[in-house]
């Protein structure tokens, strides 16, 4: 049985949703710990929103491309942060859409993800907009374990309890 515990330690993702909160960043560290520790893989989803249909197709075209090109390039930087806490590179994934629903998606599509994080707000407003959405309206359509980071963790904190 010892293989079968390896390949299931191995198989382990962690998923960060990569957005502009500053509490990305605490999620993002706990989860490459947590997947260095135990042999798993990080991915990272990033989710751009649609843009508004405009009268000039060509113009919706580039703007499209561009918030791609700004999603892929956010994704590449924060890769290299978990290379060097992992010694591996993540998943990365971009999908377009609204947060919630691309994510929610996406956990039913791929086995590969094991456990979401995401960290709390660090301000006092409360735990941030999808946490709320994932513990509240939506928390029956999750289909895999969730854990929750307070934003306002230190990396010293971080590596503590990872």
Known sequence: MPEASEAARRDRVFLVVVDDSPERAVAL????????????????LR???PVEQ????GIGAM?????RDEA???LAGLAAQVRDIT???????????KVA???????????????????????AKGPGPLVTALTGKLAGRMTVPMTIVPGSMSDAELDRVT
């Not at 405009?54 to 197709?57: D, F, K, P, V, Y």
């Open 54 to 57: 405009s009268e000039w197709a």
């Open 47 to 49: 989710v751009v929103e």
């Open 29 to 44: 560290r706990y989860a490459a710990l947590r997947a260095a520790k135990s042999g798993g893989r990080v991915a990272l």
């Open 72 to 74: 892929e390039a956010t």
């Open 63 to 67: 703007m499209a491309e561009e918030r």
């Open 101 to 123: 629903d691309e994510l929610l998606a996406l956990l039913e599509e791929d086995p590969r993800i094991s456990i979401l994080v995401l960290a709390t707000a660090a301000n």
């Open 87 to 97: 010694g591996g590179l993540p998943i990365l994934i971009t999908r377009e859409g």
